[in-house]
Structure formats: structure tokens, C-alpha cells
């Protein structure tokens, strides 16, 4: 028996280093917060090692951590407090040209930060992991509809408070079209 | 492909180009993992014993019922208690099984004084319920004069303010102990690795200040903090860290089997009993230690029979005069006043077994038992405890310093 814990614990321990850091860059992205991203990696993990002899198969383990990763991050987020969040860096002022591209990517990631927490999930899965919207859908639990719908409310969202802020990126020339079609899509819970 | 869909691209990858290290993840995980597993069982523990009692109540029930031919009395919740000036304060053992009809109600009590936690969420004692988002499973929970102190899942110590909102106090760790006052707190880093950094701090506020540190050997661990020093343990045994010498210098003392808390400027410990000591038994003494510059030193002992391996953890009150110790379905409260000079103290009974106890203040001891809450004063009178419907088995009473 110890010996099986002790090689189920290193089977767990070469995961995590073999991955923990792409968790922990998703799980940044989700949270905004490297601090928040850190104890949703430990959450995350913690289930994992959990469920390891359950999930039997190593190709299993990543997409379940994946998936508790997301699922208490969107859970999660709408318990906290969502008040001053401290920064060691003050945002940066834009400058009079205001094309630049720097800024346009600092102003893009604060109000990504302001989207509702389903729909920067699926932000993240879609344009950082790079999952299709069938294997997005599947890793949150909801229909391919509601992925398309929740992907073109978020742009549609971010283009128009991109324009607020007087930057007008390339973006918002974006396809409007796909947010109108999005929209008829089924509501996330 | 939109252009804002490349921007997005662009800004996710930019924000994690650069990702701070984490500290031993895997570890952490596989000890938070650990201790919520060791939750559930006792939980689960819990749930079963609770089930047994209720067949076996259903049963005397149905006999009582047959053999009467009338409804036997509705069960009573709770046991006297037991006498102050009880001679031989010895071990509280388990009272046989009595009609539940022949025990006497508690009197009734007033409300509980202590906060709850479950895992999750803190029940403040005035009804309130507090989440904890990012809490590490299995971690404790330490009331302190401006909010709670706990473990989060990152390692980190943070406090959860009484407004609901969690802070960041600046504690780089999870092993933490907290003054009797509620004032300091001592920790061990988790930075820098491969050097175990023992830390202390003042916590005012929402923020620790005046931080001081030393290296100390691996496998040292804080256990209590004892007149402004940090008691600590590993496996070759019990020391202190006076933090006016800078540098700790170990001078390990293996007598000393467990470290409690606090009692004036002396700490409240179990010792080895002396090999030659006609009256030593296999559980230890009791004793005082002082921390002198060369180590612990033990001041006053007894070796009385006192049952201090009890099946939870012993605890002091706040004050450190009393030292609570759970048996079975009793727990002894040691008068450490007297009980180095003669045999002293007082114990209660309680219906079933207890499953967890803290001190609401010097004269009052709550405890949870598997068929409810009970307080226990020091002259042994016990009570039922108002607690508020949400307060299930599941709840554990939160200690308080300060």
C-alpha cells in the first residue's frame, strides 16, 4: 500500500512539474491576480491529487485540473469582493497619439478583467488555450451555442468599451456580424 | 479571424510571458489533500457513530415501549457534573449507559460565545456567516482581535476582517502561531527555499509590522508563542527562539513530549515522568517550563494521574490557568494554580463522546459532543448551548486570542 502511495505520489508530483506553470498562466488569466491565480493552482491541485486514482489515465488528469480550475474560478468570483485591488504598477496613462500598441494590450487587459467571469473563461479557453468551441464547451459543461453566444457578447462588450476609452484598434473592425449571430445562443448559468 | 481576436492573442500571451515561481506545489497539495481526506473520515466518523446511537436509542425505544406497554420519556441530553472538590482527580472514565429517562436535563444555557467554521465559511457568534473563498482545506482558523487568521491555498497566512473582506497581512507562510493576546504571530517562511526561516511579527491591524526572522534547522516547526518568545519543535525536540538573540542557537530538550501555550512567563508542557519516580506514569507529568538562556527548564512538575493523552488536542484557557483534557465522554479541567501543589481540579460528563472543545473565557469551556453543544464551567456545572440552527456537526469551534 505504501508503495502505491508513493508511486501515485510521484506520478503527481511529475505532473505538476511538468505543468503547474501553464495552469498557473490560466489561472492568471481567469483570476487577474497572481496571488488569487496561486491559490486557484493550489485548489486546483489539491482536487486533482484527489481524484488521481480515480481519473486512472495521465491524458485524463490535465483537462480534469483544467476543468477545476475554471469551474472554481467562475464560482469563485462571484462570491468575492470585488472592491480597490491593490497594484504595484499604476496603469498607464495614455499618450496623445493613443495607437500604440503597448497601451492598446494594457487597456484590452483591464477591461478584459471587467467581463463577467464566464465570459473571460471562455475568452482565455478560446484565444490562450486555443480549444475549439466543442472542447470549450465541454470543459465548462454547457453547449456549443452558449460558448458562441458568451465569445460574442465578450468582443462585442470589449469593442465597445475599447471605443469609451478613445482607442480605436484595428478591433473594432471586428465582425459585428458574429456577435449578432452569437447572440441568439443559450444563456450560461 | 477579427483583428480584436489577434489583440486578445497578443494581450494573454503578453500578460504571462513572465510567471513567478511557486513554492513546492505539488507538496502543498498533497498535505492540504491529506488533511481534508483526514476531515471527511472524521466526518464520516462522526455520521456513523451518530447513526449507531440513533439505532441503538431506536431499539431501547422499542424495548421500553414493549415491556411497559406506555411511551417511554423522551430521551435528556446531558449528565451532571461532577463534584469540585472531587478527590483524586483520575482519569474520567466512561460512564455505563443509563435509561436516557433517569438522566436529567441540562439546564439551559445561554448563547454560544465562540465563532464556528466548516471549511468554508466562519459563523461569527452574532449570526453572521463569512465565506472564505481561497481557503486550504484542512487548515485552522485563529480569531484574533481584528478578524481571523487562516491558511490560504496558496501557503500564505491571511486574515479574513470582520467586514468579510480577506487581506494579504504579509505572513509568507502557512504554519502559524498566534499570541494568547492575539498581538504577534509567529510563522515559517516559505522563501527563501532550502533555508527554513522562522519569522515574528506584530500584528496591528490588518498588517504585520516589526518582522524579525532567523534560520532554523529543517523540521522545526512553531508551536506556541510563550512571553514574547517562540516555542518550537522538531524531532529532536522542544527549544524556544528568543528573538532579542537574533540567531537561534537549538538546544534541543527531547524530555518534552508536547508544548500547549502559555501560563504567566513559564510554558504548560508534558514531560517525560522521571525513570525513578515511584509516582510516574506512562502519560508523562505535567509541568511548568521556564526559558532560560541555555534551554527549558522544567520549574514545577507533578506526575499525579492525570490522563494527558486525551483523544483531541488539550487546551488552555485564555488566561492559561486551566488545562482542558478530553476523555471519552468526560474532560478534566487542570487547575495549574494548584495542581502542583495538591491534587486539584474538576471534570464534567457529558452524554456522549466529545468531539471538540475551546474556552469562551477563563470559567467556561464549550464542547462539541456527537448528540451537542455543552458548556462546562470550572466548578463543574454543565449547560446546554444556544447555538443557531445553521450550527450543524460539521461546525468546529474557532479558538480565540485576544
Given at each position: 500500500?505504501?508503495q502505491?502511495?508513493?508511486?501515485?505520489?510521484?506520478?503527481?508530483?511529475?505532473?505538476?512539474?511538468a505543468?503547474s506553470?501553464?495552469?498557473?498562466?490560466t489561472a492568471?488569466?481567469?483570476?487577474?491576480?497572481?496571488?488569487?491565480?496561486e491559490?486557484?493552482?493550489?485548489?486546483?491541485?489539491?482536487?486533482?491529487?484527489?481524484a488521481?486514482?480515480?481519473?486512472?489515465?495521465?491524458?485524463?488528469?490535465?483537462?480534469?485540473?483544467?476543468?477545476?480550475?475554471?469551474n472554481?474560478?467562475?464560482?469563485?468570483?462571484r462570491?468575492?469582493?470585488?472592491?480597490e485591488?491593490?497594484t504595484?504598477?499604476l496603469?498607464?496613462?495614455?499618450?496623445?497619439?493613443?495607437?500604440?500598441?503597448r497601451?492598446?494590450r494594457?487597456?484590452l487587459?483591464?477591461?478584459?478583467?471587467?467581463l463577467?467571469a464566464?465570459?473571460?473563461?471562455?475568452?482565455v479557453?478560446?484565444?490562450?488555450?486555443?480549444?475549439?468551441e466543442?472542447?470549450t464547451?465541454?470543459?465548462?459543461?454547457v453547449?456549443?451555442?452558449?460558448?458562441?453566444?458568451?465569445?460574442?457578447?465578450?468582443?462585442?462588450?470589449?469593442?465597445?468599451?475599447?471605443?469609451?476609452?478613445?482607442?480605436?484598434?484595428?478591433?473594432?473592425?471586428?465582425?459585428?456580424?458574429?456577435?449578432?449571430?452569437?447572440?441568439?445562443?443559450?444563456?450560461m448559468q | 479571424?477579427?483583428m480584436?481576436?489577434?489583440?486578445?492573442?497578443?494581450t494573454?500571451?503578453?500578460?504571462v510571458?513572465?510567471?513567478?515561481?511557486?513554492?513546492?506545489p505539488?507538496?502543498?497539495a498533497?498535505?492540504?489533500?491529506?488533511?481534508?481526506?483526514?476531515?471527511?473520515?472524521?466526518?464520516?466518523g462522526?455520521?456513523l457513530?451518530?447513526?449507531?446511537?440513533?439505532?441503538?436509542?431506536?431499539?431501547w425505544?422499542?424495548?421500553?415501549?414493549?415491556?411497559?406497554?406506555?411511551s417511554?420519556?423522551?430521551?435528556?441530553?446531558a449528565?451532571?457534573?461532577?463534584?469540585?472538590?472531587?478527590?483524586?482527580?483520575?482519569?474520567?472514565?466512561?460512564?455505563?449507559a443509563?435509561?436516557?429517562?433517569?438522566?436529567?436535563?441540562?439546564?439551559s444555557?445561554?448563547?454560544l460565545?465562540?465563532?464556528?467554521?466548516?471549511?468554508?465559511?466562519?459563523?461569527t457568534?452574532?449570526?453572521r456567516?463569512?465565506?472564505?473563498?481561497?481557503?486550504a482545506?484542512?487548515?485552522?482558523?485563529?480569531?484574533?482581535?481584528?478578524?481571523?487568521?487562516?491558511?490560504?491555498?496558496?501557503?500564505?497566512?491571511?486574515?479574513?476582517r470582520?467586514?468579510g473582506?480577506?487581506?494579504d497581512?504579509?505572513?509568507?507562510?502557512?504554519?502559524?502561531?498566534?499570541s494568547?493576546?492575539?498581538?504577534?504571530?509567529?510563522?515559517?517562511?516559505?522563501?527563501?527555499?532550502?533555508?527554513?526561516?522562522?519569522?515574528?511579527?506584530?500584528?496591528t491591524?490588518?498588517?504585520v509590522?516589526d518582522?524579525?526572522?532567523?534560520p532554523?534547522?529543517?523540521?522545526?516547526?512553531?508551536v506556541?508563542?510563550?512571553?514574547?518568545?517562540?516555542m518550537?519543535a522538531?524531532?529532536q525536540?522542544?527549544?524556544?527562539w528568543?528573538?532579542?538573540?537574533l540567531?537561534?542557537?537549538?538546544?534541543?530538550?527531547?524530555?518534552?513530549?508536547?508544548?500547549?501555550?502559555?501560563?504567566?512567563?513559564?510554558?504548560?508542557?508534558?514531560?517525560?515522568a522521571?525513570?525513578s519516580?515511584?509516582?510516574s506514569?506512562p502519560g508523562?507529568?505535567l509541568?511548568?517550563?521556564?526559558?532560560?538562556?541555555?534551554?527549558?527548564?522544567?520549574?514545577?512538575?507533578t506526575?499525579?494521574?492525570?490522563?494527558l493523552?486525551?483523544?483531541?488536542?488539550?487546551?488552555?484557557?485564555?488566561?492559561?490557568?486551566?488545562?482542558?483534557?478530553?476523555n471519552?465522554?468526560?474532560a478534566q479541567?487542570?487547575?495549574?494554580?494548584?495542581?502542583?501543589?495538591?491534587?486539584?481540579?474538576?471534570s464534567?460528563?457529558?452524554?456522549?463522546?466529545?468531539?471538540?472543545?475551546?474556552?469562551?473565557?477563563?470559567?467556561?469551556?464549550?464542547?462539541?459532543?456527537?448528540?451537542?453543544?455543552?458548556r462546562?464551567?470550572?466548578?463543574?456545572?454543565?449547560?446546554?448551548?444556544?447555538?443557531?440552527?445553521?450550527?450543524?456537526d460539521?461546525?468546529?469551534?474557532?479558538?480565540?486570542?485576544?
Amino acid at each position: 500500500v505504501a508503495q502505491t502511495g508513493n508511486k501515485l505520489e510521484d506520478e503527481f508530483r511529475d505532473f505538476v512539474a511538468a505543468r503547474s506553470t501553464a495552469l498557473l498562466r490560466t489561472a492568471y488569466l481567469l483570476s487577474g491576480d497572481w496571488g488569487a491565480a496561486e491559490d486557484l493552482l493550489q485548489i486546483a491541485l489539491t482536487k486533482t491529487y484527489l481524484a488521481w486514482r480515480r481519473l486512472g489515465r495521465i491524458e485524463a488528469v490535465e483537462p480534469y485540473a483544467r476543468r477545476v480550475l475554471v469551474n472554481v474560478a467562475t464560482s469563485w468570483w462571484r462570491r468575492r469582493w470585488h472592491g480597490e485591488r491593490p497594484t504595484a504598477v499604476l496603469p498607464e496613462q495614455a499618450v496623445a497619439d493613443g495607437l500604440d500598441a503597448r497601451l492598446e494590450r494594457d487597456a484590452l487587459w483591464r477591461r478584459v478583467k471587467e467581463l463577467p467571469a464566464r465570459q473571460r473563461a471562455v475568452l482565455v479557453l478560446r484565444f490562450f488555450e486555443d480549444l475549439s468551441e466543442v472542447d470549450t464547451a465541454a470543459l465548462l459543461g454547457v453547449s456549443v451555442g452558449t460558448v458562441k453566444s458568451q465569445c460574442a457578447r465578450a468582443l462585442a462588450t470589449l469593442r465597445g468599451r475599447l471605443g469609451e476609452d478613445g482607442i480605436e484598434p484595428a478591433a473594432r473592425r471586428g465582425d459585428i456580424a458574429a456577435a449578432v449571430r452569437g447572440g441568439r445562443g443559450t444563456e450560461m448559468q | 479571424m477579427t483583428m480584436l481576436e489577434d489583440a486578445l492573442r497578443e494581450t494573454f500571451a503578453g500578460q504571462v510571458a513572465h510567471v513567478p515561481a511557486v513554492l513546492d506545489p505539488a507538496g502543498t497539495a498533497i498535505r492540504q489533500a491529506r488533511a481534508l481526506r483526514r476531515r471527511q473520515q472524521a466526518v464520516a466518523g462522526t455520521a456513523l457513530a451518530l447513526a449507531v446511537t440513533l439505532v441503538v436509542s431506536g431499539a431501547w425505544w422499542a424495548r421500553s415501549a414493549a415491556g411497559t406497554g406506555r411511551s417511554p420519556e423522551p430521551m435528556a441530553g446531558a449528565a451532571a457534573g461532577l463534584p469540585a472538590d472531587q478527590p483524586g482527580m483520575g482519569p474520567v472514565e466512561a460512564a455505563p449507559a443509563e435509561p436516557p429517562s433517569s438522566a436529567p436535563s441540562p439546564p439551559s444555557g445561554s448563547a454560544l460565545k465562540l465563532d464556528l467554521f466548516n471549511g468554508s465559511t466562519i459563523l461569527t457568534a452574532d449570526g453572521r456567516g463569512l465565506p472564505i473563498a481561497d481557503v486550504a482545506a484542512g487548515t485552522s482558523v485563529d480569531r484574533v482581535p481584528d478578524g481571523w487568521l487562516y491558511t490560504s491555498a496558496s501557503a500564505r497566512t491571511r486574515l479574513l476582517r470582520a467586514d468579510g473582506r480577506s487581506v494579504d497581512v504579509g505572513i509568507d507562510g502557512e504554519q502559524f502561531v498566534v499570541s494568547a493576546d492575539g498581538t504577534r504571530v509567529a510563522w515559517m517562511a516559505a522563501r527563501p527555499a532550502g533555508q527554513p526561516t522562522l519569522k515574528l511579527a506584530e500584528l496591528t491591524g490588518d498588517v504585520v509590522r516589526d518582522v524579525v526572522s532567523t534560520p532554523v534547522p529543517a523540521g522545526t516547526s512553531p508551536v506556541a508563542l510563550v512571553d514574547g518568545r517562540v516555542m518550537v519543535a522538531s524531532k529532536q525536540g522542544y527549544d524556544y527562539w528568543d528573538p532579542s538573540q537574533l540567531i537561534f542557537k537549538p538546544t534541543w530538550n527531547s524530555t518534552v513530549r508536547e508544548v500547549f501555550g502559555q501560563y504567566g512567563d513559564l510554558a504548560v508542557a508534558t514531560v517525560d515522568a522521571v525513570p525513578s519516580g515511584s509516582d510516574s506514569k506512562p502519560g508523562g507529568c505535567l509541568a511548568l517550563l521556564s526559558l532560560a538562556g541555555d534551554g527549558l527548564h522544567d520549574t514545577r512538575q507533578t506526575c499525579q494521574p492525570i490522563a494527558l493523552s486525551g483523544q483531541l488536542p488539550n487546551v488552555l484557557s485564555p488566561t492559561g490557568r486551566w488545562l482542558a483534557i478530553a476523555n471519552g465522554r468526560g474532560a478534566q479541567l487542570v487547575d495549574l494554580s494548584t495542581v502542583f501543589d495538591r491534587t486539584s481540579g474538576t471534570s464534567c460528563v457529558f452524554p456522549s463522546n466529545v468531539e471538540g472543545m475551546a474556552w469562551e473565557d477563563d470559567g467556561h469551556l464549550v464542547v462539541r459532543t456527537s448528540s451537542g453543544w455543552r458548556r462546562c464551567t470550572t466548578d463543574a456545572v454543565v449547560t446546554s448551548v444556544d447555538t443557531t440552527a445553521r450550527a450543524a456537526d460539521s461546525w468546529t469551534l474557532v479558538s480565540r486570542s485576544g
